[in-house]
Structure formats: C-alpha cells, structure tokens
C-alpha cells in the first residue's frame, strides 16, 4: 500500500459511520471499474476555442457528461486542483446519501436519457 492510500484510510477511518461507507463505497467502484472497459459516452460539442476553455477553468467542476470544453478545461487543471474540486463537489449536501443503483443501472438511464 503506498504511503498516500495508508494516509486516505486513516483519514476515513476517523469520519462518522455512514461516511466511512460512503468512501468505501467509491473506492471498491473505483477498483471495480479498473477491470472493466471505461464507459465510452463521447463528451458532447464541438470542438473548443482555446478562449472557451480558459474561460471555463476558474469554474469547471467534476461531471459525468462533460462537454467538450469543459473535459479540455478539467484536463488542463492539476491534479491537486481536480482533487481539490471532487472534494468540494463530494462535500455538497445530499452527496453522501447512498442509492441502491449500480453504476450500470446508473449508465443504462444515461444512455435512455441521451437516445444512445
């Protein structure tokens, strides 16, 4: 385990109950994904002006159906930034509440909703 896992899970180890399954939660999803084929939803528009992704860096927040632009503008972040930002998008009231989807029911709905 490397020194920044060990770090996450002593951090997690010291939330309240039902956050500490909320992280759980995402990490085994995260583990679980890496075995499986990435969902391959293309993100939607054209392509961007370089002034449209400038323009959207200060602002663009995680998503799970990114546009164009806003994929570029969040690729141009640091890692650190994006952490940063999942962060702030995980602390949102009502993120933490658990649902009983899997996440390829959660796909199956994107994929009705968009006509794919």
């Known amino acids: 385990m490397t020194t920044l896992l060990d770090h996450a ?13 909320s992280v759980a939660e995402a990490l ?5 994904n890496e075995a499986q084929p990435p969902f ?3 993100p939607a528009g054209g392509e961007p002006a370089e ?5 959207l860096m200060p602002t663009v927040m ?5 546009t164009k632009a806003e994929a570029a503008a969040w690729n141009r972040l640091s890692e650190e930034e994006q952490v940063r930002r999942y962060r702030e998008a995980l602390n ?10 899997t996440l390829q ?5 994107v994929l009705q909703r968009h006509g794919l």
């Open 9 to 21: 899970i002593d951090a997690a180890k010291r939330l309240p109950p039902d956050r500490q399954n």
């Open 28 to 32: 085994l999803a995260l583990v679980e």
């Open 40 to 42: 391959d939803i293309p």
């Open 51 to 55: 002034e449209e992704i400038l323009a």
């Open 62 to 66: 995680p998503s799970a159906l990114p």
């Open 92 to 101: 949102q009231p009502g993120s933490s509440q658990g649902v009983d989807d």
């Open 105 to 109: 029911d959660i796909y199956a709905r």
